[in-house]
């Protein structure tokens, strides 16, 4: 396993079309986080699942956002009627479950929508 | 808006020179980590810090946390290009990480 994979790396589509992302995690972490990043700011917390339940979505996640966890393995994040200011980089990562303090997250390369 | 602020927002300096970078917060963390993020890529993990006051090094990097467990330091000695990147500091409350803006530290050869 060679860590958190994303596809596509990059994407480019029009303003009102839909579009797929979709994370693999590390396959024996539960944990898997979506996060949003824009130009000149930090990775801000979209949602998170612990296997396949959805367990919190920030209220950044409009109703155009949707993200499952079928089977508790990938996720996908979709964005329905795509905004010029869904243009961002979406980061997925994933951790094991932590008892303590803290965890790790391990985030993969993240996908790059741009929308025109 | 994010929780926790860094500072400076961006850092250019010599080979060889020492720099410092800050989080702060009004919060209080349960844990604090920096990351370092490369373009195109996503953050690594460089560091947790758990307990107020505690300073971790690693090789020429060392992390300290607030005693109030609001704020933190990275600071790098004898910088080198391969340090070159976006540095993040991201605070553990409950279930999931609130990050700053980080800072973006080029270093000249």
């Known amino acids: 396993d060679t860590g958190v994979s994303q596809n596509p790396r990059h994407k480019i589509t029009k303003r009102g079309q839909n579009v797929t992302f979709r994370c693999d995690p590390i396959s024996e972490h539960n944990r898997l986080y979506w996060y949003r990043q824009t130009l000149g700011q930090g990775p801000e917390f979209l949602t998170y699942f612990q296997n396949e339940a959805q367990l919190e979505k920030s209220r950044l996640l409009s109703d155009r956002f949707s993200a499952e966890r079928p089977k508790g393995s990938f996720s996908t994040l979709e964005i329905q009627r795509t905004e010029q200011g869904d243009s961002a980089m979406y980061l997925c990562?994933?951790?094991?479950?932590?008892?303590?303090?803290?965890?790790?997250?391990?985030f993969g390369p993240g996908t790059r929508l741009t929308v025109l | 808006t994010q929780l926790l602020e860094q500072s400076p927002q961006f850092l250019s300096i010599q080979e060889g020179e020492n720099l410092t970078v800050y989080c702060n917060s009004s919060?209080?963390?349960?844990?604090l980590q920096w990351y370092r993020q490369e373009p195109g890529e996503g953050p690594v993990l460089l560091v947790t810090v758990v307990t107020g006051g505690e300073v971790k090094k690693l090789k020429r990097l060392t992390f300290q946390f607030g005693d109030a467990r609001k704020d933190s330091s990275l600071h790098i000695t004898a910088a080198q290009p391969g340090d070159t990147g976006l540095y993040l500091c991201a605070g553990w409350s409950d279930y999931k990480l609130s990050f700053g803006a980080g800072t973006t530290v080029t270093v000249r050869a």
């Open positions: 919060s209080v963390f349960s844990s």
């Open positions: 990562a994933s951790s094991l479950p932590t008892g303590g303090a803290s965890n790790e997250q391990f």
